[in-house]
């Protein structure tokens, strides 16, 4: 008897995937060239995604989060890595951002101390890793945000054309 589905063992494509009412031959005709026996084989788990049919369903699905997910969760390299972003609203990211910027500023002067001779001493050792962790809140937020305009860019929520001119 197989498993029956339910959102707890579901994989975050196949949740994407009924979010947009898609069949898995619907699906299989927008991603041209996965046909629906992959797409199953995929959100069951029974196969590992390439990263080639994650960044096509990421496309195709709207979601540049399930590149994310895969890096973060499924890819071997990444899993080591890369750190699995959990989206959320702008409001959240920039208070989250401003919150580890706040928290990084004063520590600047001892990271330049602790650097200034190219090692880290035991004494140092506690204070570097704190410092350490709050870059990595800062670059976690930084992620997120970037996460979260791709959303917006992929929703039409954000002019793609206005935001090309401007970042490139």
């Known amino acids: ?62 979601k540049p989060g399930l590149c994310n997910y895969y890096c973060s969760n499924e890819c071997p390299i990444g899993k080591e890595y890369v750190p699995e972003i959990k989206e ?12 580890s910027l706040n928290k990084i500023q004063g520590s600047k002067d001892r990271l330049i101390e602790i650097a200034s001779d190219g090692k880290i001493n035991n004494d140092e050792i506690q204070d570097f890793i704190l410092i350490r962790e709050n870059l990595e809140k800062i670059s976690m937020t930084i992620e997120a945000l970037q996460l979260w305009s ?15 001119k401007f970042s490139k």
Request: aromatic share 4%.
């Open 150 to 164: 791709e959303q917006m860019l992929h929703e039409g929520r954000i002019d793609r054309d206005l935001y090309d």
């Open 88 to 99: 959320n609203n702008l409001s959240q990211i920039v208070l989250e951002m401003v919150a």
């Open 1 to 62: 008897m197989g498993r029956s589905s339910t959102k707890e063992n579901k994989t975050p494509y196949q949740l994407r995937r009924e979010e947009l009412g898609y069949s898995r031959e619907k699906a299989s005709d927008i991603l041209e060239g996965i046909q629906p026996e992959r797409i199953e084989k995929i959100e069951s788990r029974k196969s590992l995604a390439h990263p080639e049919e994650i960044l096509m369903m990421s496309n195709a699905y709207k």
